[in-house]
């Protein structure tokens, strides 16, 4: 096909710019919020949460796929199964090593307030990499693809290589402002649970006899991103797969609201 007869709307490039902004703002937003309202909360352990995002998800979970994603690509089963327990393993185990570290400097009951804040920043950061990242790149395609330039991307390519890339743009083309505003409502909704899994890692680490929690939060995590995976194979739409998901979210809420309200009473004693 013609990629250069593409265009993409102004509208859409300045949903792109806004989203971008939306998802470095509202996490700082989020965060000061929070500290206004529990002013004994440290940002620090908020910094300490986007540090174990970027060291064990953006880092070693990432080294781990260059060798594995290869192997299970072809496969939607395995690319499901190795995916989403990746991504649980991971993160929940970076928040747990977190939290051990935080406990080792403050009171050995531990402030539930500390999981919110390490969530607000695990979360947080993501949704500062992630959605501004991806609307860069679909900047720099949509003003390729206004100018007519985008044969230039092409140069040098395998014909495998280019139907990918052609594949791309057709869908920044026909990416519409509701993309957009779907991908920020995906943000808060991913910092939401974020934050409830951090609740629940945190009674695994502050107390012995809730180590299941640590495990069953990879579980948890594992099962909330396979619509998600699906998603990424196309065995799902869109609409599908955010149905899929307000029911693991709901059940992920309402676990880490009981457990909060259980380590508050704890620790208030």
């Not at 490039?13 to 700082?28: E, G, Q, S």
């Not at 799902?236 to 059940?251: Q, R």
């Amino acid at each position: 096909m013609n990629v250069d007869a593409l265009n993409v709307p102004v509208s859409s490039m300045i949903c792109m710019v806004l989203a971008a902004l939306f998802c470095i703002a509202a996490p700082i937003l989020i965060l000061l919020m929070w500290k206004k309202k529990y002013p004994d909360a440290d940002i620090r352990h908020a910094l300490i949460g986007a540090a174990g995002f970027f060291i064990f998800a953006l880092v070693l979970e990432q080294l781990l796929h260059l060798v594995m994603l290869p192997l299970v690509m072809d496969s939607v089963v395995l690319y499901v199964i190795y995916g989403t327990l990746a991504a649980g393993v991971f993160e929940e185990t970076a928040r747990f090593i977190t939290y051990k570290l935080i406990l080792k400097k403050t009171t050995a009951k531990g402030n539930p307030a500390d999981a919110i804040t390490v969530g607000i920043g695990h979360g947080g950061f993501e949704a500062m990499v992630v959605v501004p990242m991806m609307m860069v790149s679909s900047f720099v395609l949509a003003v390729l693809m206004n100018t007519g330039n985008t044969a230039m991307l092409f140069e040098g390519m395998s014909e495998a290589e280019i139907a990918l890339g052609e594949q791309q743009l057709q869908t920044v083309a026909a990416n519409g402002v509701g993309y957009y505003i779907m991908a920020c409502v995906e943000r808060l909704m991913a910092m939401t649970v974020h934050i409830c899994w951090s609740v629940c890692v945190f009674a695994a680490a502050a107390e012995r006899k809730l180590w299941w929690l640590y495990p069953a939060s990879i579980l948890m995590h594992a099962f909330l991103d396979t619509p998600v995976a699906l998603f990424q194979k196309n065995v799902l739409s869109m609409p599908v797969m955010y149905l899929c998901l307000l029911v693991p979210m709901a059940i992920v809420v309402g676990v880490a609201v009981v457990v909060y309200r259980q380590m508050t009473k704890r620790y208030q004693q």
